[in-house]
């Protein structure tokens, strides 16, 4: 069963969750991205977001199995949002089952950072002045930049 | 002499005005066809900023440009 | 309204949720603890949280104000079961809302780390064998203990 | 001559055999008074590892012990 993929509809994550109930099971780390009012001093209206769908799959699934080999937590899965988004929608979902709860955080955020970073996805934002634009990070600082 | 597929995504799509085109190339190396590709299309994301993938894995740009195969230059991703 | 609390019945995650969202965050960071089937090398088959009630929710709310103060997330909400659980259980549910991922995981994390070092809460475990027994940690390692 | 209430929960309620009692105490402080229970009580759980509240909030095992009010020796806690 794959573990990342790309949806074009609103994600729900009442079943991802329940893919990952396990009775060894002590920990449950889960991380939602919201498509936010405001970026880098922005007002967002709405944005899309486009993807290279074979590519980032097959990047997807290879995240999560070395996440799980890195840091040895029980399962995990991933979906991200293409298509349009309105303020508030889920834009990612990562959630991760694992003995402890160390592991399942550092899995988790491991996870989020890696996607992106290396998945090929990329962010048009609309903005309320009626600016549109992609979004090209410069670099990618996991401890400071927004989902 | 080698005829590709190319893929184009966000921003270079929007600059070359297509999602994909087939072309005919003697470019050496994929570093090389992008920048043949940043004079045909007004490209101005720099090599340094790029990746790239060949067939739908990562390549590298010394990578020699084959006969028949899709390539796409990655801009910055910003997923998440 | 308390953002803390404690519940005799089994927690459901979608109604907290929902009150954490917000057009300002751009990520949500959630932790839940599960009873899972064993624990320090014993196969458990239930367990029973026991709390001091008072001073549990105030020792609750105080460590979210902090949270909050700390870490500048948006808002955050924790509730913790008392009473009976089964194998699979939710024993806790804590949820972030935040600007930026790092911001909601740091949060997340240290919450749920100080509700388990400060909070007046026990578990007794029933373990498999017929034995059970209160767990009184003899120190809290935040990085290496079970949920 | 302070008369408290007691709260025992988790291993001391098992020791104590009851979840709360009232006691007339002649303890000086709260430390004196926890030392005073183990006699009482039997228990095995050594003063380094407990905490103590007073009417609800975290005290100081140095703090008087006040007539009328409400006590609870805590011990080492493992929610989560």
């Known amino acids: 069963m794959r573990r990342f993929w790309l949806s074009d509809a609103t994600i729900d994550a009442t079943p991802l969750r329940a893919r990952l109930l396990d009775a060894r099971a002590g920990a449950f780390a889960s991380f939602e991205g919201w498509v936010r009012n405001h970026n880098e001093g922005q007002s967002v209206d709405g944005l899309r977001y486009e993807a290279y769908v074979a590519l980032a799959e097959a990047e997807g699934e290879r995240i999560i199995e070395e996440a799980l080999r890195r840091f040895g ?12 988004l309105a303020i508030g929608d889920m834009a990612v979902w990562v959630g991760v089952s694992a003995a402890h709860r160390g592991m399942a955080f550092d899995t988790c955020r491991w996870i989020l950072d890696e996607v992106k ?7 048009h934002e609309r903005y309320v002045d009626g600016r549109s634009d992609w979004l090209h990070p410069r670099e990618v600082d996991p401890t400071a930049s927004g989902e | 002499m080698a005829t590709v597929k190319l893929l184009y995504f966000a921003s270079l799509r929007d600059a070359a005005g297509v999602a994909e085109e087939t072309l005919g190339t003697t470019a050496a190396d994929l570093r090389a066809l992008y920048a043949e590709l940043r004079e045909r299309h007004g490209f101005v994301m720099p090599l340094e900023r790029i990746r790239v993938a060949v067939d739908g894995a990562f390549a590298k740009l010394d990578d020699d440009v084959r006969d028949g195969s899709e390539i796409a230059f990655i801009p910055p991703v910003s997923g998440g």
């Open chain 1, 117 to 123: 970073s290396r998945v090929p996805i990329w962010k």
């Open chain 1, 73 to 84: 937590a029980i399962d995990a899965v991933c979906t991200h949002r293409i298509g349009d």
